[in-house]
């Protein structure tokens, strides 16, 4: 409802918000500093996605695991409200 309410609204929200919350108050020393533009940082060894926030990383997502298995979940769901009625029928008999 908010999409029609008030269109773009969440969307300069997310932008600015989510633009603040990948940056860091650290300098960058550009001694050190390696891009990946043109090719690969790691052509030695593939250290594959670390980068500065990867402390703070996770490797596993709930929402991602459930978004990926919706119709399983569907079918659990259904199976189970499928389950309940028939237990709440019978005890009624």
């Known amino acids: 409802m908010g999409r029609h309410l008030f269109p773009g609204l969440l969307d300069r929200k ?3 918000d989510g ?3 990948q940056q860091t108050g650290e300098k960058i020393d550009p001694a050190t500093w390696r891009d990946n533009l043109d090719h690969p940082g790691d052509e030695d060894t593939d250290r594959g996605t ?3 926030f990867h402390d703070r990383a996770r490797d596993r997502s709930a929402a991602l ?3 990926t298995h919706k119709p399983a979940l569907s079918g659990v769901a259904l199976a189970a409200a499928g ?3 028939a ?3 019978r ?3």
Do not use: F, K, M
């Open 14 to 16: 997310l932008a600015r």
């Open 19 to 21: 633009y603040d919350s």
């Open 50 to 52: 670390a980068g500065v």
């Open 65 to 67: 695991w459930v978004g």
């Open 83 to 85: 389950l309940t009625l």
């Open 87 to 89: 237990a709440v029928a």
């Open 91 to 93: 005890r009624w008999r």
